[in-house]
């Protein structure tokens, strides 16, 4: 057998040749050495810490930057004790509003030096479950959640050692105030609000769309209760049968509610729907029955997602205010992974504002 041959010019393994070296990135030891000091001084002058003369730190940064050295921020969180992980974890992610809200945390965590992991839970209590603890390992500092299945047994038992700031809906069975930082809108004066909105124009017989049997959405409660406010601020009772029951919060779902209450539809002059899928899935539906919108119904929706301002017609809808969610819930839990006590007395249970976009729809 003859030997293995190599193409021409190329060397053998045994050949000792060897690469070209690659330059590499400057270590905190080739600062210390061209700056004359310790690496632990170094290291000081890097993190501001211990005692460093105004001569010694100045000569060590210029050499940080002439050699392009870059502290490790790994390195640096781990010595901390932290991983600059928070997590935000959330029902749906394809959901417009909570794809907006994961979109304000990245942001704003990304200019506190945080990186965000998502989860998506769809509402399953074991998933939920998991995701409190922290998914099962420890690499979050903290956690922005909001959960739909858990229960306040749940969230208290999961948030042993994580900082955890809740969205939304206060968890099943939390009464009395919660034991951790809770951020979210105040659902029942926004459909209050609204529906009071209506009644102003001269509506008199309104629709809710939006009663949730399964109680899969903490939302869909509230805001039929300020429905039901709203009504009674007026000097009007509900009417049972226009308290239109959904299967989930979807578009889908809107239309298929529509369809099957049209009867209803047709002697009510306004639909207050739970959210803005919901209000342009029922738009549909009436329009596809003769149904004019704001005509004979004028329809509201909630959350105020991107396709509201471009539906036909536009529609009018609750408007929280995303940004100012996401930077009180980071704000807050970047308080406490920093060290902020859990005393009672100084958890926060803040609403954020909102505002009623008025458009076309009524």
């Given amino acids: ?22 330059p590499h990135a400057p270590t905190v030891k080739d600062v210390a050495a061209a700056a004359g000091v310790s690496w632990k001084t170094v290291s000081n002058v890097v993190n501001n ?31 901390r004790g932290r991983t600059g992980i928070i997590g935000l974890a959330v029902p749906d992610i394809q959901s417009p509003y909570f794809s907006r809200l994961a979109h304000e945390v990245m942001d704003l965590a990304q200019k506190r030096s945080y990186r965000v992991l998502i989860a998506e839970t769809s509402g399953d209590v074991e998933l939920e479950r998991s995701v ?7 690499l979050l500092d903290g956690l922005i959640f909001s959960p739909l299945g858990l229960t306040l047994s749940d969230a208290d038992q999961s948030r042993e050692g994580t900082p955890t700031v809740l969205l939304g809906e206060r968890p099943a069975g939390a009464t009395a105030p919660l034991s951790t930082d809770h951020v979210a809108i105040d659902n ?40 039901v406010e709203g009504l009674a601020e007026a000097g009007l009772e509900p009417v049972p049968e226009r308290l239109i029951p959904v299967e989930s919060f979807t578009r889908r779902a809107g239309y298929r509610a529509a369809t099957g209450a049209l009867s209803v539809l047709r002697k009510a002059d306004a639909l207050v729907c739970a959210n803005d899928m919901l209000a342009l899935g029922a738009m549909a539906a009436m329009r596809a029955a003769g149904l004019r919108v704001p005509a004979d119904v004028a329809v509201t929706g909630w959350d105020d997602v991107d396709d509201a301002a471009y539906a036909s017609p536009s529609l009018t809808t609750v408007s929280p205010d995303i940004g100012a969610l996401a930077g009180e819930a980071l704000d807050r839990l970047i308080a406490r992974i920093d060290g902020s006590p859990l005393h009672p007395d100084q958890l926060e249970d803040l609403s954020i504002p909102y505002r009623i976009v008025v458009r076309a729809s009524t």
């Fill in 1 to 22: 057998m003859s030997p293995h041959r190599t193409p021409a010019g190329s060397p053998t393994p045994s050949s000792g040749a060897r690469r070209p070296s690659r």
């Fill in 49 to 79: 810490t211990g005692r460093v003369g105004d001569e010694t730190r100045d000569r060590v940064r210029r050499v940080i930057t002439e050699l392009g050295y870059q502290p490790s921020m790994a390195g640096r969180q781990l010595r």
């Fill in 132 to 138: 409190a603890r922290g998914f099962g390992v420890q």
């Fill in 188 to 227: 029942v004066r926004a459909a209050r609000d609204i529906t009071g909105y209506l009644l102003s124009t001269g509506r008199r017989r309104p629709a809710f769309l939006g009663c949730e049997p399964s109680g899969a959405h903490r939302s869909a409660e509230p805001r039929l209760h300020g429905f």
